[in-house]
Every structure is written in C-alpha cells, then in structure tokens.
C-alpha cells in the first residue's frame, strides 16, 4: 500500500470506471445488468408502498404494470425529479454490482482462493440496492422517505455513495486483486 | 475472442441508449398529469349519524350516497397525500357514478393525518368547511375538497398552511371564510380529538397509510380493506365481494 491519498483516490477512480465498464463486456453481462436494474427499479419502487403493492399484485398480477406507473408517480409527487433519479441510478447501479459481483463468485469459485474477501464487496453492493432507497418503504408508509432530512434523497444519496464506494473498490472483476488495490 | 471480453462500440450504444430510454421512461411516467377532468360532486351527500357495526363514529361526517345504501365506504385521507389526490382524480368519480350515485355504496371521508405537519390542520380545515355547508349547501364541500387537493404542488408538503388554507377556502363559492375560521378557534382541539379514534380503527384494521378504504357490509357485517390508490376495477370488485358477503 504505497502512495498517498491522491493515488489511493486515482485507482479507486479507475477501478470504479472498470468496474462500471465490466457489463459492456459481453452481450450476457450487458443483459444480465439491464435485467437486475429493471426488476431493482421495480422492487425499490413497489417498495414505497408494500400494502398497495401487494394488494394490487394479488388482486391481479398483470396490474404490475399499474403499480410501478402509479409508484412511480407517487416517488416523484414526494420527492421531486432529484429522488426518483436517485432510485434510477440506484437500480442502474445495482444491476452492474450484481453482474460483477457474480463474476467474482465465478472466479473465485475457478481459482478456489479464499476469496470471499473478494467477493464480499460486491455481493455487499448488490444487497445494499435494497438497503438504501427501498427499506424505509417497508415501514408502511409512503410519507416515511419524506419525513427525513431532504425527502430521504440523504439517504438515497448514501446508498449510492456506498455502491460506488464498492465498486469501486472491486474494480473490473476480470482483473481484480485481493492483496491492496493491485492490479492483476 | 474478437468481441468477448471487449467493450464494443455496439455494445457501448446499446447500453448509453438502454440508459438514456430507462432514465427518460422513468421521468415521463413520473411527471405525466394523471387524469383528470371534471372533479367529483356526488348526486346526495348527507351528515353521518352514530357509529356503525365496524365500530367507525359517523357523527357529523361528510357523507357521499345515500343514507340507506347496503354498503359502507370509509376513506381515510390526508389533504397533503399525492397518492389520495391520484385516487380523487383518477378513480372517485368513476366510482362516485357506478356505485355511490347508483345507491350501491356510500363514502364517508374520515381524516387520517399522517404525511407532514400540516396535515391534521388541513383535516380541521376540512371539517370546519363541512360543518358550514353540510345544511345549506353540500356541494360547496365537495368543490372545497378538490381545490384543496389540486393546490397539491409536484412536489414536497411545503405549500400547506395557513394562507394557502384560507385562499382555497375564500375562493370556494359558498364558503364563508370568516365562519370557517372561527370554527376552526372555538371547535379545532374538539375536532382533533374526535380524529384520533377513527384513525385508531384504521390502524386496528393494519392500513398503514392513505388512501385507505374499509368496505364494510352495512348488513352481514362482510368487510374487506383496500390500501392505496387501486384502479376503478378493484374497487368495483371489492364492492361485488363484500356485497355477496
């Protein structure tokens, strides 16, 4: 771990844009990305509203539809355009997380090094996709994001900051190396 | 291995593209105007009496159908909800037409305030202006009701107070201003008070947020719950479920 502040902040950068470049790597990794950030913008919105979203899935599952538009709109109507660009990228985020994450599984169950250290940041990443935004939701009410400090958009701002911060840290995971930031 | 492993220009466009129609999708849907049009005056409203067989004080309530109609609606509300002003726009008045106008169902509108700091003020307010024209003239209410929920703004629960309160109030015909402001001085702590008990029931019967409805069958005592603005359709199927009852 040589290197100052600057170098750590300058690899931690590259990494993120590796890390963040790993899905356009493959015409699988790209889907399996677009899929995990489209069904993580759905759970994190529906979310916002459990009750009625169960009770509109129960009722008829092809109302999903109506749901995530309704939702949608309620997201917007309480937090503004800055908090439902926070859950989009927050999905987005979330859908790379999960295919790097899974490619690390894969690597490391090949390499059979005790890699879950590895790992762990990833995985840790993806699972945070439903930490940030989403969980207050749970609480019942759609005004509980809205009764924290700028419309929970702090929050929301936190998460991303932490599947960044993870992404980073994880880099491209072709790549990645396990002893300090070093690149294979 | 000529494209796998690389980050192709192709690959690079579907991405930024998928990005870019995902981000704009969502904006779109975010921000579209729900349906609107004419807002809701039922045909009859009457004052509430008593408490019904679930256990809900009617007493004085507003009150849309007929007095007589089989089944009871309770609508929990709170002026600053955009998810309740979605259900007033998009599906009240296709509800109010088939089922509460048709004496099939009645809607009384029980205050639930639960979004900011404003909302239980804005429930007196409602009260208040109820209490006014519940004799004279009902539909003054109802007009009232609405123009409170259009000043939803797009965003926050910051528009609600006071001032805003009072010009909804002035600018509603049939409404006196001064009249809602006195009842709202001498009569404000009893009417928070007589809140807190139908907001118990909404709590006992697990709605957790508004819009939240409670169909009770005013004969079988058959009841069944809808939390959230649902379309006209599960409302219309939740009616035929508790009426069969």
């Given at each position: 771990?040589t290197g100052g502040p600057a170098t750590a902040s300058r690899?931690?950068?590259?990494?993120?844009?590796?890390?963040?470049?790993?899905?356009?790597?493959?015409?699988?990794?790209?889907?399996?990305?677009?899929?995990?950030?489209?069904?993580?913008?759905?759970?994190?919105?529906?979310?916002?509203?459990?009750?009625?979203?169960?009770?509109?899935?129960?009722?008829?599952?092809?109302?999903?539809?109506?749901?995530?538009?309704?939702?949608?709109?309620?997201?917007?109507?309480?937090?503004?355009?800055?908090?439902?660009?926070?859950?989009?990228?927050?999905?987005?985020?979330?859908?790379?997380?999960?295919?790097?994450?899974?490619?690390?599984?894969?690597?490391?169950?090949?390499?059979?090094?005790?890699?879950?250290?590895?790992?762990?940041?990833?995985?840790?990443?993806?699972?945070?996709?439903?930490?940030?935004?989403?969980?207050?939701?749970?609480?019942?009410?759609?005004?509980?994001?809205?009764?924290?400090?700028?419309?929970?958009?702090?929050?929301?701002?936190?998460?991303?900051?932490?599947?960044?911060?993870?992404?980073?840290?994880?880099?491209?995971?072709?790549?990645?190396?396990?002893?300090?930031?070093?690149?294979? | 291995?000529?494209?796998?492993?690389?980050?192709?220009?192709?690959?690079?466009?579907?991405?930024?593209?998928?990005?870019?129609?995902?981000?704009?999708?969502?904006?779109?849907?975010?921000?579209?105007?729900?349906?609107?049009?004419?807002?809701?005056?039922?045909?009859?409203?009457?004052?509430?009496?008593?408490?019904?067989?679930?256990?809900?004080?009617?007493?004085?309530?507003?009150?849309?159908?007929?007095?007589?109609?089989?089944?009871?609606?309770?609508?929990?509300?709170?002026?600053?909800?955009?998810?309740?002003?979605?259900?007033?726009?998009?599906?009240?008045?296709?509800?109010?037409?088939?089922?509460?106008?048709?004496?099939?169902?009645?809607?009384?509108?029980?205050?639930?305030?639960?979004?900011?700091?404003?909302?239980?003020?804005?429930?007196?307010?409602?009260?208040?202006?109820?209490?006014?024209?519940?004799?004279?003239?009902?539909?003054?209410?109802?007009?009232?009701?609405?123009?409170?929920?259009?000043?939803?703004?797009?965003?926050?629960?910051?528009?609600?107070?006071?001032?805003?309160?009072?010009?909804?109030?002035?600018?509603?015909?049939?409404?006196?201003?001064?009249?809602?402001?006195?009842?709202?001085?001498?009569?404000?702590?009893?009417?928070?008070?007589?809140?807190?008990?139908?907001?118990?029931?909404?709590?006992?019967?697990?709605?957790?947020?508004?819009?939240?409805?409670?169909?009770?069958?005013?004969?079988?005592?058959?009841?069944?719950?809808?939390?959230?603005?649902?379309?006209?359709?599960?409302?219309?199927?939740?009616?035929?479920?508790?009426?069969?009852?």
């Amino acid at each position: 771990m040589t290197g100052g502040p600057a170098t750590a902040s300058r690899d931690w950068t590259r990494d993120l844009r590796d890390a963040l470049g790993y899905p356009l790597t493959s015409d699988a990794r790209l889907l399996s990305a677009a899929v995990v950030a489209l069904a993580t913008y759905v759970i994190l919105v529906l979310s916002s509203f459990p009750q009625f979203s169960v009770q509109v899935l129960s009722t008829d599952p092809t109302d999903i539809g109506y749901a995530v538009t309704a939702l949608t709109r309620e997201v917007y109507l309480t937090t503004g355009y800055l908090g439902l660009a926070l859950v989009a990228t927050y999905a987005v985020l979330a859908g790379v997380a999960v295919t790097n994450a899974l490619a690390l599984v894969q690597r490391a169950r090949r390499r059979s090094v005790s890699t879950i250290v590895g790992v762990l940041p990833g995985l840790l990443a993806a699972g945070c996709a439903s930490c940030g935004a989403g969980v207050l939701g749970a609480l019942g009410f759609v005004g509980a994001m809205a009764a924290l400090p700028f419309d929970g958009n702090l929050l929301r701002v936190g998460g991303i900051a932490l599947l960044l911060f993870f992404l980073g840290r994880a880099g491209d995971p072709q790549t990645c190396s396990l002893d300090g930031g070093g690149r294979a | 291995m000529d494209e796998e492993g690389n980050i192709t220009r192709r690959r690079a466009l579907i991405a930024g593209g998928a990005v870019l129609a995902f981000g704009s999708g969502v904006a779109y849907i975010g921000s579209r105007s729900g349906a609107s049009g004419q807002h809701y005056v039922p045909d009859t409203t009457h004052a509430g009496s008593g408490t019904t067989g679930f256990d809900v004080d009617l007493d004085g309530r507003p009150i849309a159908g007929e007095r007589d109609a089989p089944i009871d609606i309770y609508y929990w509300t709170d002026y600053l909800c955009p998810f309740c002003k979605q259900f007033e726009t998009e599906t009240l008045p296709e509800l109010g037409r088939e089922h509460l106008d048709t004496g099939d169902a009645r809607l009384a509108v029980l205050p639930y305030p639960n979004i900011g700091e404003y909302s239980t003020p804005a429930a007196v307010w409602g009260r208040c202006v109820w209490s006014q024209v519940a004799d004279s003239d009902p539909d003054a209410f109802w007009n009232w009701h609405a123009a409170a929920f259009a000043e939803q703004p797009e965003s926050g629960t910051d528009w609600a107070d006071d001032e805003m309160f009072a010009a909804v109030t002035e600018q509603t015909a049939g409404v006196d201003l001064s009249a809602v402001e006195t009842c709202r001085e001498e009569r404000g702590a009893t009417i928070r008070e007589r809140i807190e008990p139908n907001v118990a029931m909404a709590q006992e019967s697990r709605i957790q947020g508004t819009p939240g409805f409670v169909l009770y069958n005013r004969d079988s005592g058959a009841a069944g719950k809808l939390v959230g603005a649902h379309p006209y359709e599960n409302f219309a199927d939740a009616i035929d479920q508790v009426r069969r009852a």
